[in-house]
């Protein structure tokens, strides 16, 4: 089945500081990748997504994710964190074989920004 | 152009009882998913719907149900109450397969 890794599920780092999610997924063949982030008491929010195009896909609020296939991973990076950054993340894929549309999460990480 | 709609935000339910959450997907979206959030067990797929038709079930109970109307609002129903099932849940809809799911704010639900 498949399924995907989060590495660390506390990140803490300065303001103005890089950011660095980790995430790794378990299929030979690359399913499709999501990064979605939750704030406080909300739901959840796409922040980016790999389909087949560029490895290294931008997205909201200055986040990017870039496609390893050779390392299986998708990292979230941000060059500087922001205050507002704070909440939780999620890596999610959905397999490209079958017919299964379900995202399948990591357990996520919690990103604190601190002065 | 609107989000997800998820209603009720808050629910609280006593054990044994039955409820019904409601979800309205951004127009236009044919697929309707539902997922069940909780600290311990993470983001867990409850079952996903498209036109109409239930394409996926997760690893739930049959308490758990739902049903998509032919505008695509959809449902979901827990019988039986349990405590166990407090948590957040979360509809999301997606214009095509794999275009990306956008999620509404989730219906909180307390079991006491």
């Known amino acids: 089945a498949q399924s995907v890794t989060q590495l660390g599920s506390h990140v803490s780092v300065s303001e103005g500081a890089l950011v660095l999610l980790r995430c790794n997924y378990s299929s030979s063949v690359p399913p499709y990748l999501f990064w979605y982030v939750q704030y406080p008491n909300q739901g959840l929010q796409l922040l980016l997504k790999y389909t087949s195009a560029a490895t290294l896909v931008k997205g909201i609020n200055g986040f990017e994710a870039e496609f390893k296939k050779s390392e299986t991973s998708f990292h979230l990076t941000k060059p500087s964190a922001h205050m507002s950054d704070a909440a939780e993340y999620f890596c999610?894929?959905?397999?490209?074989?079958?017919?299964?549309?379900?995202?399948?999460f990591g357990t996520g990480t919690r990103l604190q920004v601190t002065l | 152009k609107a989000g997800v709609t998820q209603t009720p935000r808050y629910l609280i339910k006593t054990r044994g009882q039955q409820v019904t959450l409601s979800c309205s997907p951004i127009s236009g979206h044919r697929s309707v998913s539902w997922y069940q959030q909780t600290p311990g067990q993470g983001l867990q797929f409850l079952f996903e719907y498209f036109s109409e038709t239930q394409r996926n079930k997760g690893n739930f109970p049959g308490r758990f149900s739902g049903r998509q109307f032919s505008n695509s609002r959809s449902e979901m129903n827990v019988s039986t109450l349990e405590l166990g099932d407090s948590a957040l849940y979360l509809c999301?809809?997606?214009?095509?397969?794999?275009?990306?799911?956008?999620f509404g704010s989730g219906t909180r639900l307390t079991v006491v």
């Open positions: 999301a809809s997606s214009l095509w397969d794999n275009y990306g799911y956008t």
């Open positions: 999610a894929v959905i397999p490209r074989t079958g017919t299964a549309s379900k995202l399948t």
